[in-house]
């Protein structure tokens, strides 16, 4: 059985950064994905971010180009979200989740999900 846990959310000042992890287990073989959502309230879940757990390929939404990078350890089934210069439009519920195969930017392609870590980023 899958499991993803997130960790690392909290509440900075604009222009800080934030690491948040995704604990992985039980995602067996090298061709999946995990990816970064994160969701408003009143807004849709929306992709961040996705990195393939075999190639390592990455997909950034355009909002977050250039200052969120994700990386993956596979050595310790750990994929991270590093988040620098944050800003106030940045504050959500972060979640990990996990499909087998291609990555996808669409929420309800992926099964598997963790419980979410808050960021908050006040101006």
């Known amino acids: 059985q899958v499991r993803l846990v997130e960790s690392g959310g909290g509440s900075v000042q604009a222009g800080e950064s934030l690491r948040l992890s995704c604990a992985v287990s039980?995602?067996?073989?090298?061709?999946?994905?995990v990816a970064w959502f994160r969701q408003a309230p009143g807004n849709d879940r929306e992709a961040v971010a996705s990195?393939?757990?075999?190639?390592?390929?990455?997909y950034y939404d355009n909002s977050i180009k250039g200052r969120f990078t994700i990386s993956r350890d596979n050595a310790e089934n750990t994929v991270y979200l590093q988040m620098n210069s944050l800003k106030p439009e940045d504050t959500a519920m972060y979640y990990c989740?996990?499909?087998?195969?291609?990555?996808?930017?669409?929420?309800?392609?992926?099964?598997?999900w963790g419980q979410g870590t808050q960021v908050t980023v006040s101006s």
């Open positions: 989740a996990a499909r087998y195969g291609e990555c996808r930017q669409i929420a309800n392609q992926y099964p598997i």
């Open positions: 039980g995602l067996t073989g090298m061709y999946s994905c």
């Open positions: 990195i393939t757990t075999g190639g390592g390929k990455t």
